[in-house]
């Protein structure tokens, strides 16, 4: 132990539950490892990282996998996996002209959008989807449809869209967007387009709902800061920090507008060598991680606070995911040939 807790380190750490890898993440993952080990012989492909993780897609590298962010990349007949993020109908094309092998590692929550572009682009209505610009997911969920689809991403966006036909408009989401972090553009739409078909509660990814939710707990049960571990690509970390942010403001920084909010987000435990005055005179610090953060990575920063003398570790819980896994494709190879 680097040094005793002398009552200016946090004595308290507060673990979110559920953290860490989602149902989607280790479905993805298994699925490349599957590939890789029953084709030893042969460069295995994945189009986009197939998680949003740097220490994930360095690992896969390590072993030789090849991340492309275009299929002309992958020689003809070779084998590539799709991301857990999912492609459009233009790069299936783009795979089957080159005759390659492939295999869909999309998280089975990100193909429900995928269906319900198509079903509504197929009645002919205007589709606006809430999603960042430039998001592999946003990418891949726009090219079902992409003459029917317009972009929201932000409530001045939800303000200032015009379409042709308010009678026939639907509604989806980006899947690492939650309840919270879309309430206020969809209150917008929903009152400039009352009859706007709206994605149903359910909908939501339970992932990234629950991460945010057990953040918020964290916050409630007196974490005076939030450390999120994620990589810098992944929206899902992203939210969580707003969210982490939000709350934190809320509950001890409403009336200190421009006081800066202990709410943090790093790849990995490294980001935290010499910055132990951000914790100092702290009850309680708060940690989670991202649906793409493997645990090690998340422990490696409790023994990172456990050296500095915190002597508690509660584990705060807002829903369990133990029971729910989702089987990787059958036929995991499947050829375009």
């Known amino acids: 132990m680097l040094q005793q807790n002398n009552g200016l380190w946090p004595k ?47 690992k896969f590298e390590e072993s030789d996998v090849r991340f492309v962010d275009d299929i002309i990349e992958i020689p003809e007949g070779g084998t590539v996996v799709f991301s857990a993020h999912g ?20 998280c089975p929550l990100v193909e429900k959008p995928h269906r319900e572009v198509k079903k509504y682009a197929d009645q002919g209505y205007t589709i606006l989807y809430i ?105 899902n970390a ?7 942010e939000r709350a934190l403001k809320a509950a001890f920084f409403a009336e200190a507008s421009n006081q800066k909010i202990p709410a943090y987000l790093i790849d990995d435990v490294k980001e935290l060598f010499g910055q132990e005055s951000l914790f100092h005179s702290l009850p309680a610090v708060g940690l989670s991680s991202a649906a793409s953060v493997s645990e090690d990575k998340l422990q490696e920063v409790v023994t990172w606070f456990r050296e500095r003398g915190s002597e508690i570790v509660e584990e705060v819980v807002v829903a369990d995911e133990s029971k729910i896994h989702f089987a990787p494709p059958q036929g995991l190879r499947v050829s375009a040939r």
């Not at 689809?149 to 989401?173: F, G, S």
């Not at 992203?238 to 982490?244: F, G, L, N, S, Y």
């Open 87 to 106: 492609v459009s109908p233009e790069v299936r094309r783009q795979t089957e002209h080159r005759k390659l092998n492939w295999v869909d590692a999309t």
């Open 12 to 58: 308290k750490i507060l673990m979110a539950s559920p953290r860490g890898f989602c149902a989607g993440v280790e479905r993805a993952i298994e699925v490349l490892e599957r590939v890789q080990n029953s084709n030893p012989q042969e460069q295995i492909y994945s189009y986009h990282q197939i998680v949003h993780n740097t220490h994930v897609v360095r």
């Open 131 to 235: 999603g960042h610009a430039g998001h592999d997911e946003t990418m891949g969920t726009m090219g079902e449809a992409p003459d029917h689809m317009r972009l929201i991403e932000t409530v001045e966006d939800a303000r200032k869209i015009q379409v042709e036909n308010p009678e026939k408009l639907a509604l989806t989401t980006q899947t690492t967007l939650s309840l919270d972090d879309t309430a206020e553009i969809l209150a917008v739409l929903k009152e400039r387009f009352p009859k706007m078909i709206a994605p149903r509660s359910e909908d939501i990814c339970y992932a990234t709902q629950n991460r945010q939710d057990a953040v918020k707990e964290m916050v409630n049960r007196g974490a005076r800061a939030i450390v999120i571990v994620g990589s810098s690509n992944s929206s």
């Open 238 to 244: 992203h939210r969580m920090r707003e969210v982490a």
